[in-house]
């Protein structure tokens, strides 16, 4: 294996590894100067999620890793609800409009400028009594308007992954056309730093809405059990990150 091919893909084990959470080592050398506004602006960017009908109808969420799991900043939609938006670390309790209700009952997102039509529903209902214009709420619609929001998330941290990725590879690449040295020590401090900040994130936005969906399970009555199923969608998905990361060095050269 030529030696550029070598070095490429040490950088992307250590990417590996600090996606991973763990590394085996750790490396005492002198300070390196790892700051890059590329960089910083793939791992400090915030997910764009859209909640359906945590606290409002079409409401579009930025999850900011500074405000720790379940923390979001929230963007009031253009629903036309007259009631304030709310934190996602609130307890979710409270009446739901008769268009987050309907959007729970097709399992899918409402559209942004849809007002509630008939007043508030009684939250205190049982899930399996609630129905909305005759379709009964349950699990499975609940869950289904859940799915594209986690489908949103997990592509958007592979797209960071990949532009990570991309950040290594141009700087790997421009150094060695400059004739500069490639230090392995170096592209360890800087890539294992991005890649825990880009996972924190991650899982704190995965939790975000994670803890939202429970919610509105509860909200119905339905055992908070029911949503382990995309926890465990998610940590697969993340193994496959991981493992897919040295295919995509080698297919950068």
């Known amino acids: 294996m030529k030696k550029g091919l070598k070095i490429f893909l040490a950088i992307f084990v250590v990417l590996l590894l600090a996606l991973g959470g763990t ?27 859209e909640l359906p009908g945590i606290d409002g109808v079409g409401n579009t969420d ?6 720790g799991a379940g923390g979001a900043s929230e963007k009031e939609g253009n629903s036309g609800n007259s009631g304030s938006t709310e934190s996602a670390s609130g307890d979710g309790n409270g009446s739901s409009n008769n268009a987050t209700s309907q959007m729970i009952a097709d399992g899918k997102k409402a559209d942004d400028g849809k007002k509630a039509e008939n007043g508030t529903e009684n939250a205190g209902q049982s899930g399996s009594d609630q129905k909305t214009d005759g379709r009964e709420v349950t699990a499975e619609s609940i869950k289904a308007a859940y799915r594209p929001v986690f489908e949103s998330l997990e592509a958007q941290a592979n797209g960071k992954i990949d532009g990570l990725v991309a950040a290594a590879y141009d700087e790997y690449k421009a150094k060695k056309e400059s004739g500069e040295s490639v230090s392995i020590t170096y592209f360890y401090r800087k890539y294992s730093a991005a890649g ?19 919610k509105d399970l509860q909200k119905h009555g339905i055992n908070a059990s029911e949503a382990t199923e995309f926890k465990t969608q998610y940590e697969n998905a993340k193994e496959a990150r991981q493992s897919s990361l040295i295919e995509k060095a080698k297919s950068a050269l």
Not at 23 to 49: P, R
């Open 62 to 67: 930025t999850a900011s890793a500074e405000n």
């Open 196 to 214: 825990k900040e880009l996972e924190s994130k991650t899982d704190e936005t995965f939790q975000y809405v994670y803890n939202a969906l429970e």
């Open 23 to 49: 590394a085996y080592y750790f490396l005492k050398v002198k300070q390196y100067d790892i700051a890059d506004t590329k960089v910083e602006k793939i791992t400090e960017s915030d997910y764009q999620i």
